[in-house]
């Protein structure tokens, strides 16, 4: 692979400069800003998961801004490397928190979202309109399933929980438009699903945080 290679996938680029796409690498900021806020909310209540998650979170915005102003190939890796640690880090810490399985089991647990994905994610390469996300697809499925079986253990869990799925959704139909739509809408909607998918992933930080604080003792 060409890691310097220039990649233009977006309906805002236009050439290879710099601050081609101005809004889709501003937007990135909404991911830095959802990690300060909830390392704020997360500091100093013994939550041994939220100090990664929110690290990881503000990774998603540093290496989002890489990939949408260099534009390379090496950028992309930045951008989609730390998207996938948050997701195992966060099942890691639901199988933990939510299901409280042991270690083992939780890292077991989560190593299966890896054939998860390998049966998933070319299902939704052949539906319409999904190819463009496919990867991402399975993730939110995997976390109404979560919701659903924690509906009757934790049912604030599973709400909350089932709003994330529903705002991964929607940042999703984002990404997935952002081409298609760029004769009516020139700017494209990619960086929506920036600040959907920011907000949605400091709300799943916040789901853990209530989850824990209300297993505790009054």
Partial sequence: MEWTRQIDGYCE?????????PVNAATNLAFVLAAWIMWRRCRGQGLMQAPLLCLL?????????????????????????????FVLAYLYTA?????RLPVRASKAATAMVIPYAMLTVPVFEALP?????????????????????????????????????????????????????CSAWPIG???????????????????YRRHMVAGRPA
């Fill in 189 to 207: 909607t990619h960086f929506a699903w920036h600040l959907l998918n920011a907000a949605m992933l400091g709300w799943m930080i916040e789901v």
């Fill in 13 to 21: 680029r236009l050439d290879a400069s710099f601050w081609a796409e």
């Fill in 95 to 99: 199988h933990r928190n939510f299901w």
């Fill in 57 to 85: 979170l503000a990774a998603i915005g540093i290496g989002s801004f890489l990939f949408h102003t260099l534009a390379t190939a090496w950028a992309g890796l930045a951008d989609v490397i730390p998207i996938g640690c």
């Fill in 129 to 181: 309109g999904f190819a463009v996300s496919a990867v991402y697809w399975p993730v939110p499925v995997l976390i109404a399933v979560h919701a659903l079986a924690l509906s009757r253990r934790a049912p604030a869990t599973a709400r909350g929980l089932g709003i994330g799925a529903g705002l991964l959704c929607l940042s999703l139909v984002a990404r997935s438009l952002d081409e298609s739509l």
